[in-house]
């Protein structure tokens, strides 16, 4: 079958999907609001849009952030792209396979409505001439505007009291405005680590509030040779949780006196502070913690009890004079440009992306974000089911059965990621990605991986990179796959992956004999 398509928003997800509909030969029209495709990563970002600021440095590494159909340069080495770089991937990405003359840059979309006798009507108008509304039909519609959006600005006690300025780090480009400033900062994050950093290296004083200790990764781990996600392997992930909590609350205690640096030494402090570490979304940037040790940025973890006209009151009594307020407090979800389904939770969709009223009438790409992991890994996924289901090549499970997978995704996510009951997009990378492999059929366990010991090794212990899912299945590149994943070192080295596998058996043997819980059922 082919369907007309309509994909709204050009960023990775929308720019993905795009590319694996034209795969299956469908038609594709996508809309984008911005003069270039590439969402928060195109270069001309309104002050008042949500982007990239200016020394952004991704938290995922270039093997993990690319799609599977186009790897980074042969033999780069695993490293950090800044937002310049990922956006030039992001171009290269899309002249490599024709996707240009599908997108319409410069177009909102106002309003999506269900046709009677089927499809979907997509009225659109120029940005420039917003009064020259005109209306397409579609057989489906892709919404991929992404997460990062709408800015969540917060109410702050007392915060009608305050005559200093309160900003959102959605519109952060650089902390030269800061210079001179006493500022609070609300809420750590990926991003929240660089702007706090900033922040508190040209401000007058900076103090940083947060309600718990998010657990924090270095980008380099112990200072060493490799990502942080170069450990996203399945052997790690054949640790059950309880096992591998245990192992890191030993592995903090051990660092926070044994520490190779101050930093190291911080960082495990600070994780020491929270006994939930894989319950919870991992910030993978510890640049803010430099500056708590060097003494530039005070933390805070009581809770704000009130603003004042120019100070704010914690709740352990400590006061601190205040003119400026960063919100570092994330994004609402909204999705009231389409009429025909109540959305207010992801997790009400099947696997972050259909919706049991809607089917594959309209669906979601973009809200899946792992724990650890890249956003445009997921995103690939789901769009390459989404293609195969409009091809009809495959189909989505019975209502009932429908509707029984989500409750039972969204009990696993609610009870896995309870350390942040708000962040509804969360998900768990590894069973995502493997789960969605069995659905596709292009899972890498398959007999012949076994007369290659070499590359079975890779794939167990390597990092669990999106490139492992084309080497076999459908629109498969094994050649490429193969040369990519032999390319990129393994951080386990064999005498580590003997002894992580025996945590794993060992822990697996304790949950048999009922004295270690069971991770819940994904």
Request: a positive charge.
């Amino acid at each position: 079958m082919r369907k007309n398509v309509c994909v709204i928003g050009a960023g990775p997800s929308g720019l993905v999907a795009v590319k694996e509909l034209l795969d299956e030969d469908h038609t594709v029209t996508c809309f984008e609001h911005g003069s270039e495709i590439g969402g928060v990563f195109r270069a001309e970002v309104a002050p008042d849009e949500a982007g990239a600021y200016d020394s952004t440095m991704l938290t995922i590494s270039n093997y993990m952030m690319t799609f599977s159909s186009f790897p980074p340069p042969e033999k780069q080495e695993r490293r950090f792209w800044s937002s310049a770089e990922y956006r030039q991937y992001l171009l290269d990405f899309a002249e490599r396979f024709g996707l240009g003359p599908s997108v319409r840059t410069r177009t909102d979309v106002l309003s999506i409505t269900k046709n009677e006798d089927g499809g979907y009507t997509v009225e659109v108008a120029p940005v420039d001439d917003p009064k020259a509304r005109t209306a397409h039909q579609f057989d489906a519609v892709v919404i991929s505007t992404g997460t990062h959006r709408v800015p969540n600005y917060i109410d702050l006690p007392g915060q009608e009291d305050f005559t200093g300025e309160i900003v959102h780090s959605a519109h952060y480009r650089n902390a030269a405005r800061f210079r001179g400033k006493r500022v609070l900062c609300v809420g750590i994050g990926e991003t929240a680590a660089d702007v706090v950093n900033e922040i508190a290296q040209t401000a007058e004083a900076c103090t940083l509030s947060v309600r718990r200790y998010q657990p924090v990764l270095e980008r380099y781990p112990g200072g060493g040779p490799h990502t942080n996600d170069a450990y996203t392997s399945h052997l790690l992930h054949s640790i059950p949780l309880a096992a591998a909590t245990t192992v890191m609350r030993f592995g903090m205690k051990r660092i926070k006196t044994r520490g190779k640096t101050g930093a190291a030494r911080a960082v495990a402090e600070w994780n020491s502070k929270n006994k939930y570490f894989f319950n919870h979304f991992l910030t993978k940037n510890e640049a803010f913690i430099h500056r708590v040790v060097d003494g530039r940025l005070t933390v805070n973890a009581a809770g704000i009890e009130r603003l004042g006209k120019d100070y704010v009151l914690f709740k352990d009594g400590r006061r601190e004079k205040i003119d400026t307020v960063m919100l570092n407090t994330g994004y609402v979800e909204d999705f009231s440009i389409l009429k025909d389904a109540d959305i207010t939770d992801v997790r009400t969709l099947y696997k972050h992306m259909i919706h049991p009223d809607l089917g594959t009438g309209v669906v979601f790409i973009g809200w899946a974000r792992p724990a650890a992991g890249g956003v445009p890994a997921c995103s690939e996924m789901q769009s390459r089911y989404f293609a195969l289901l409009c091809s009809g090549k495959k189909s989505l499970p019975d209502r009932v059965r429908l509707q029984g997978l989500i409750e039972r995704q969204a009990a696993y996510e609610n009870e896995v990621f309870h350390g942040n009951p708000d962040l509804r997009t969360l998900v768990h990378y590894n069973h995502f990605m493997i789960d969605f492999s069995r659905l596709i059929g292009c899972s890498p366990w398959r007999p012949s991986v076994f007369l290659n010991p070499r590359l079975a090794y890779k794939l167990w212990c390597g990092s669990q990179m999106p490139h492992v899912y084309r080497l076999s299945g459908p629109h498969s590149d094994p050649r490429t796959a193969r040369k990519t994943i032999m390319n990129v070192p393994t951080a386990f080295k064999p005498p580590q992956a003997v002894l992580t596998m025996a945590v794993s058996l060992v822990s697996r043997g304790l949950i048999a004999l009922g004295l270690m819980k069971a991770d819940p059922t994904y």
